[in-house]
C-alpha cells in the first residue's frame, strides 16, 4: 500500500505563497510572497513524497561495502552507486566510503536513510546526476554524513530534504550541503557543522520547516546564481534555524525573502567584534530583503540586515544587534508592518530614503538613529534624493549623535515619533538633523537632545512647541506640555541628558501660548521612549511658550 510519510507539502513556490497567507499562521505582509512568485519555482511537490513500500529496495552499508539485491544499485569495494530512479532506503555504516546517485534517466531518486553513518574524504553522499532527489530521514533515526575534504552532501541535481529523523553533517573543508541547482528543505532536524558554507542552494534555499543547527565558517545558508535574475534567492516559510557563520548568515544573490518560521543569527563573532574586510552580515540580498512574518534574532558585526538596493518589512519580528548598521539598503528602506528593534548599532536604520508608514521601530545607535544618506552628495549638501517620511506607526529612535538624520528632506506626516539626539554634541548635531526641508503635517513628534533640531522647524503645517533650557538637564528629567490653565498634552521623561526639547501634537495651535513644567511624575500610557500620553499633570511650571516660535 502507499506509504505517505508527509501528508502537506508545497507544490511549487506560488502554492507555499498562498498556504502562507491564508493558513491560520499567515504573515502579516505580502511583500515576500509576492517577490517569491516572481522567482524561479521551486521543484518540490507532494508527489515526491508518495511511494509504494513494496517498491522500496533495501541497501545495507556494511562499513567497507554494501549488500542489495536491488538491480538499480551497484557495489564496487565502499562506493554504492544508485543507477536508476526509484526509492532506496539504507542503514548501516559506510567507513572511507561514499553513496553515489548517477542516474541519467528521468524520475526522482528518493535516497530514505534509516540510520545511516558514511564518512568519506570527499562526499558521504554526492549525486552526480539525478532528475531530482530527496533525501528523506526515516522517524526516530539519526543520520551521519561526514567529509574530510568534500562537501557532506553534494547534489548535481535539484534537492530536497524531509522526514522527521535528524541529520548530522560535518564538512571539515568545505559546504554541509551543496546543490548546483535547487535545495529544499522541508522537515527533519539537521545539524551542521561546515569549514565554509552551511547549507547552500545555488539557484535557490527554501526553508519551509525542520529545524536546523549550524556552524560555518563561510555563510550559513546561502543561495548565489548571478546569471539568472530570477534564481539565487532564499527563502524562509517555516521551521527554525540557528546559524553561527563566520561570514554572511543569510545570503541570496538576489532576495533574501521571510514570510514565516524563526531565524536565530550570528555573524562575523557578533556585535562586539568590529567588521573587517569580509562581509558578515545577518540577513544579506543583493536586490531584496522582504519581511513579511516570522521572527529574525541578528548578532552581527557587520549590519543586520543588509541589501544592495531595497528592503522591505510589512510584518514579522525583527531584532538586530550590531557593530554596523542595524538596517540597511543602498537604495530604500520601508516599513508598513511588523516590529524592527535595533538595540545597538552603529547607524539603525540607513537608506536613500527610508519610509515608515506603520509597524513599529525602534533603534539605538551611537552615530545616527536613522540616516537618509546620498553618498553622490557631500555631507552638507542637500540632497533631492535623499528622503526620511514618516506617516505612520510609532517610531522611537537614540542616536549618538542625530535621531533622525535626512542629507535631504525630512517629513513627518503621521504616526507617533519619539527622538532622542547627542546628550553631549550640539550645534550641527540633533534629534532632527536635515540638510532639506523638515515639514511636520501630522502625527506626535517628541524630540530632545543638546538641539532637538538643528533644521528649521517650519513654518506652516502642524503646530509645534520649542524650549530650549538655559543648562543641559539630567536623564530622568520629566518634562509636560500643558495649556495655561492647566490640562496635560504630552508628558515627557528623557532617557539622556538634553537642553532643547520640541513638542509636535494635533492640539497644538500656532500662535497660542503653552506651558512647559519639569519634575512631578508622568502616568498614563507609555508609548516608548519615554514619551506618555493621558496621565495626570504634575511639576513645576519653568516658562510658557507660543507655539511655532523658538
Keep these: 500500500?502507499?506509504?505517505?510519510?508527509?501528508?502537506?507539502?508545497?507544490?511549487?513556490?506560488?502554492?507555499?505563497?498562498?498556504?502562507?497567507?491564508?493558513?491560520?499562521?499567515?504573515?502579516?505582509?505580502?511583500?515576500?510572497?509576492?517577490?517569491?512568485?516572481?522567482?524561479?519555482?521551486?521543484?518540490?511537490?507532494?508527489?515526491?513524497?508518495?511511494?509504494?513500500?513494496?517498491?522500496?529496495?533495501?541497501?545495507?552499508?556494511?562499513?567497507?561495502?554494501?549488500?542489495?539485491?536491488?538491480?538499480?544499485?551497484?557495489?564496487?569495494?565502499?562506493?554504492?552507486?544508485?543507477?536508476?530512479?526509484?526509492?532506496?532506503?539504507?542503514?548501516?555504516?559506510?567507513?572511507?566510503?561514499?553513496?553515489?546517485?548517477?542516474?541519467?534517466?528521468?524520475?526522482?531518486?528518493?535516497?530514505?536513510?534509516?540510520?545511516?553513518?558514511?564518512?568519506?574524504?570527499?562526499?558521504?553522499?554526492?549525486?552526480?546526476?539525478?532528475?531530482?532527489a530527496l533525501v528523506y530521514l526515516q522517524a526516530g533515526t539519526t543520520n551521519r554524513l561526514t567529509s574530510s575534504t568534500g562537501n557532506a552532501l553534494d547534489a548535481a541535481a535539484d534537492l530536497t530534504i524531509d522526514g522527521t529523523g535528524s541529520l548530522n553533517l560535518t564538512a571539515t573543508a568545505a559546504d554541509g550541503?551543496?546543490?548546483?541547482?535547487?535545495?529544499?528543505?522541508?522537515?527533519?532536524?539537521?545539524?551542521?557543522?561546515?569549514?565554509?558554507?552551511?547549507?547552500?542552494?545555488?539557484?535557490?534555499?527554501i526553508v519551509n520547516g525542520g529545524t536546523i543547527t549550524a556552524t560555518a565558517g563561510g555563510d550559513g545558508l546561502k543561495s548565489d546564481n548571478a546569471e539568472d535574475t530570477t534564481r539565487g534567492y532564499v527563502y524562509v516559510g517555516g521551521g527554525s534555524a540557528n546559524i553561527t557563520a563566520t561570514g554572511d548568515a543569510v545570503t541570496g544573490q538576489t532576495d533574501v525573502l521571510l514570510a514565516g518560521g524563526a531565524l536565530t543569527l550570528k555573524s562575523g563573532g557578533g556585535s562586539t567584534v568590529t567588521p573587517g574586510e569580509t562581509s558578515a552580515k545577518g540577513l544579506k540580498a543583493g536586490v531584496l530583503v522582504a519581511i513579511s512574518g516570522g521572527t529574525a534574532g541578528v548578532n552581527a558585526s557587520d549590519d543586520g540586515v543588509h541589501s544592495d538596493a531595497t528592503v522591505t518589512v510589512d510584518g514579522g519580528t525583527t531584532t538586530v544587534a550590531t557593530a554596523d548598521d542595524g538596517v540597511h539598503a543602498e537604495g530604500t528602506v520601508t516599513v508598513s508592518a511588523g516590529t524592527v528593534n535595533v538595540t545597538k548599532s552603529y547607524e539603525g536604520v540607513e537608506g536613500l530614503k527610508v519610509y515608515v508608514t506603520g509597524g513599529s521601530v525602534s533603534t539605538t545607535a551611537s552615530d545616527d538613529a536613522f540616516n537618509?544618506?546620498?553618498?553622490?552628495?557631500?555631507?552638507?549638501?542637500?540632497?533631492?534624493?535623499?528622503?526620511?517620511?514618516?506617516?505612520?506607526?510609532?517610531?522611537?529612535?537614540?542616536?549618538?549623535?542625530?535621531?533622525?538624520?535626512?542629507?535631504?528632506?525630512?517629513?513627518?506626516?503621521?504616526?507617533?515619533?519619539?527622538?532622542?539626539?547627542?546628550?553631549?554634541?550640539?550645534?550641527?548635531?540633533?534629534?532632527?538633523?536635515?540638510?532639506?526641508?523638515?515639514?511636520i503635517t501630522g502625527g506626535t513628534l517628541v524630540?530632545?537632545?543638546?538641539?532637538?533640531?538643528?533644521?528649521?522647524?517650519?513654518?506652516?503645517?502642524?503646530?509645534?512647541?520649542?524650549?530650549?533650557?538655559?543648562?543641559?538637564?539630567?536623564?530622568?528629567?520629566?518634562?509636560?506640555?500643558?495649556t495655561t490653565s492647566g490640562t496635560q498634552l504630552a508628558a515627557y521623561q528623557s532617557t539622556k541628558a538634553f537642553k532643547q526639547v520640541v513638542f509636535s501634537l494635533s492640539g497644538v495651535t500656532r500662535g497660542t501660548t503653552y506651558a512647559i513644567r519639569t519634575g512631578g511624575t508622568v502616568s498614563g500610557t507609555a508609548v516608548g521612549g519615554g514619551y506618555y500620553t493621558g496621565g495626570t499633570l504634575s511639576g513645576t511650571q519653568v516658562a510658557t511658550v507660543t507655539a511655532g516660535t523658538r
Design 372 to 439: 537618509a544618506s546620498d553618498p553622490t552628495y557631500g555631507e552638507m549638501q542637500n540632497s533631492p534624493n535623499a528622503l526620511i517620511s514618516i506617516t505612520g506607526g510609532t517610531v522611537v529612535v537614540s542616536g549618538g549623535t542625530d535621531g533622525l538624520d535626512s542629507n535631504g528632506a525630512l517629513s513627518i506626516g503621521g504616526g507617533t515619533v519619539v527622538v532622542s539626539g547627542s546628550a553631549t554634541r550640539g550645534g550641527g548635531e540633533g534629534g532632527l538633523d536635515s540638510n532639506g526641508a523638515l515639514t
Design 177 to 205: 550541503v551543496n546543490t548546483a541547482d535547487g535545495l529544499v528543505v522541508d522537515a527533519g532536524t539537521i545539524t551542521v557543522t561546515a569549514g565554509d558554507d552551511a547549507l547552500r542552494g545555488k539557484d535557490y534555499l
Design 1 to 132: 500500500m502507499p506509504s505517505i510519510p508527509r501528508l502537506v507539502a508545497p507544490v511549487a513556490l506560488a502554492a507555499t505563497a498562498l498556504a502562507l497567507l491564508t493558513g491560520p499562521a499567515q504573515a502579516a505582509g505580502t511583500a515576500a510572497a509576492t517577490a517569491l512568485a516572481a522567482n524561479q519555482a521551486s521543484h518540490d511537490s507532494a508527489a515526491d513524497r508518495v511511494w509504494n513500500e513494496a517498491d522500496v529496495a533495501a541497501v545495507t552499508l556494511t562499513g567497507s561495502s554494501a549488500t542489495t539485491t536491488s538491480s538499480g544499485v551497484t557495489v564496487s569495494g565502499s562506493t554504492v552507486t544508485v543507477t536508476a530512479a526509484g526509492t532506496y532506503r539504507f542503514s548501516g555504516t559506510l567507513t572511507s566510503g561514499q553513496i553515489v546517485v548517477n542516474s541519467t534517466g528521468t524520475g526522482i531518486v528518493r535516497i530514505l536513510l534509516n540510520g545511516v553513518t558514511v564518512t568519506n574524504t570527499a562526499a558521504a553522499i554526492n549525486i552526480v546526476a539525478a532528475d531530482e
Design 447 to 482: 524630540s530632545s537632545g543638546i538641539s532637538a533640531s538643528t533644521s528649521t522647524l517650519p513654518t506652516s503645517g502642524q503646530g509645534w512647541v520649542s524650549y530650549t533650557f538655559s543648562a543641559n538637564q539630567a536623564a530622568g528629567t520629566v518634562v509636560h506640555l500643558a
